[in-house]
């Protein structure tokens, strides 16, 4: 694997739900707090998504009190931050080999396009079965679910993950809205599937070079936990 250590970041296009009205899109934070740490450490990042572009922002995400947590609100305020969400580019445009760990944000957006990419999960698994870091948060897990290995297993199979529980999803008053059951579509898969003790609690799942969180107050865990990997490579 080349040593270029840099990290690529996956968002999404979505900016609405097909049930409801509600208007979801990027989860603001997942991808700030992440950031934030790759970042100090020295890590350069790009960012795509399935159809490249602009990309839509939960209009949650932005609310003054999950602004003001955690240093959202800093990242919001900074315009050549937030320009590289004006125009990002297409997952089909990647080279693997430009990136030694990939990231998936969450934001209920990703629910309806990540598991609909064939190039993200043809992505995904190059970046696994070249020995690369794959990671994802929240939602982002959603990525996880149609990615087949080349022995024909799904990536997550026998895996230890976590991602958004649905005791969140339901708590977030989003279970009639969302498409599907993301902890259950899991763990159909053959994934063993694991939460915190209590819903948004930051939790982080390793199992090897897969690095999963559980919700948004994961991005951070995660990314400390991509970050470690990526020094111990070197």
Request: with cysteine.
């Amino acid at each position: 694997m080349a040593a270029t250590k840099k990290i690529l970041v996956i968002v999404t296009n979505v900016g609405e739900y097909e049930k409801v009205g509600m208007r979801t899109g990027l989860w603001l934070g997942e991808l700030t707090h992440f950031w934030d740490v790759a970042e100090q450490a020295g890590i350069p990042m790009d960012i795509a998504s399935p159809l490249g572009g602009k990309i839509p922002l939960d209009p949650e995400s932005l609310s003054h009190e999950v602004l003001a947590e955690l240093g959202t609100e800093k990242r919001y305020r900074d315009r050549k931050f937030m320009d590289l969400l004006e125009d990002t580019k297409k997952i089909s445009e990647v080279n693997l080999e430009d990136y030694d760990a990939i990231y998936l944000t969450g934001g209920h957006g990703v629910m309806f396009d990540f598991p609909q990419s064939r190039d993200l999960e043809d992505l995904m698994a190059g970046f696994y079965e070249s020995d690369r870091i794959v990671s994802t948060v929240c939602h982002g897990g959603t990525g996880l679910l149609n990615v087949t290995l080349g022995n024909g297993d799904p990536l997550v199979k026998g895996k230890r993950v976590t991602g958004f529980s649905w005791p969140e999803e339901e708590l977030a008053d989003r279970a009639d809205a969302v498409p599907y059951n993301l902890q259950e579509e899991l763990q159909k898969l053959g994934a063993d599937y694991r939460m915190a003790d209590r819903p948004f609690e930051p939790y982080v799942v390793e199992d090897g070079r897969l690095i999963t969180g559980q919700n948004p107050g994961s991005a951070r865990g995660v990314a400390e936990a991509v970050v470690r990997r990526l020094t111990a490579v070197a």
